[in-house]
């Protein structure tokens, strides 16, 4: 079945028109190295289930589960970083070799070519789910880039500014392509503002999954 097209963003997918530090690698990832990256995050998710984290503003609306040494959470505590799933006491699932490659893939040519990720936060986002501007700020170093992967139905992908006032433009990510966030745009507030139902091309997954690779520790 062919993809319903996805309305476009504020403005066109280059290069060339994303802020200084934000690449962006459209259909980075094949359809079959699609369906691997899927299949890993279902044994991800067999033995660390998708669960919706508490923040300040209440549950996610996208659920979330993690891969790595580390694994992002939020609850009363507060956004931390754990090396073991506090719903389970058990280890996040080890980072799978396919992980690592479409990684290698993603950070080839860039400033950060050498760029090796301990923690993938996963993001399951549903019909009508989204996630507000933020910040990736509980990582140790900055210098180190955020590395996204996309899976699934296309997704208006906020890009804000170094505050949280600054207007945000939008950029459709669809199924196979990267994000990669470092230098200028490492610490610029970016969020999901919604995802199109029907557009992804991995049957049966309807919604979009994110795998976001972080150096946390």
């Not at 200084?20 to 980075?28: D, E, K, Q």
Request: glycine content about 10%.
């Amino acid at each position: 079945m062919p993809r319903k097209p996805s309305q476009p963003g504020l403005f066109d997918q280059t290069p060339a028109e994303l802020p200084l530090g934000l690449l962006y690698r459209p259909g980075l990832v094949d359809l079959d190295g699609q369906r691997a990256l899927y299949a890993a995050v279902q044994e991800i998710a067999r033995a660390a289930p998708f669960a919706h984290a508490r923040t300040r503003m209440g549950l996610t609306s996208a659920a979330m589960t993690n891969a790595g040494d580390a694994g992002w959470w939020s609850d009363l505590k507060g956004y931390r970083y754990e090396t073991r799933n506090p719903a389970t006491a058990a280890p996040w699932p080890p980072m799978p070799a396919v992980f690592r490659v479409a990684v290698a893939r993603a950070v080839a040519g860039t400033p950060w070519p050498d760029f090796t990720p301990d923690a993938c936060l996963i993001n399951f986002y549903g019909d009508g789910a989204r996630m507000g501007l933020h910040q990736d700020r509980d990582e140790k170093d900055f210098a180190q880039p955020i590395v996204t992967l996309s899976l699934g139905d296309d997704g208006d992908f906020l890009i804000g500014g170094l505050t949280r006032a600054a207007r945000a433009a939008v950029l459709v990510v669809r199924s196979g392509d990267a994000l990669i966030m470092g230098g200028a745009s490492r610490m610029r507030f970016h969020g999901i503002r919604k995802i199109h139902p029907g557009t992804g091309p991995l049957a049966p997954l309807a919604g979009r999954i994110s795998l976001t690779f972080r150096k946390a520790l």
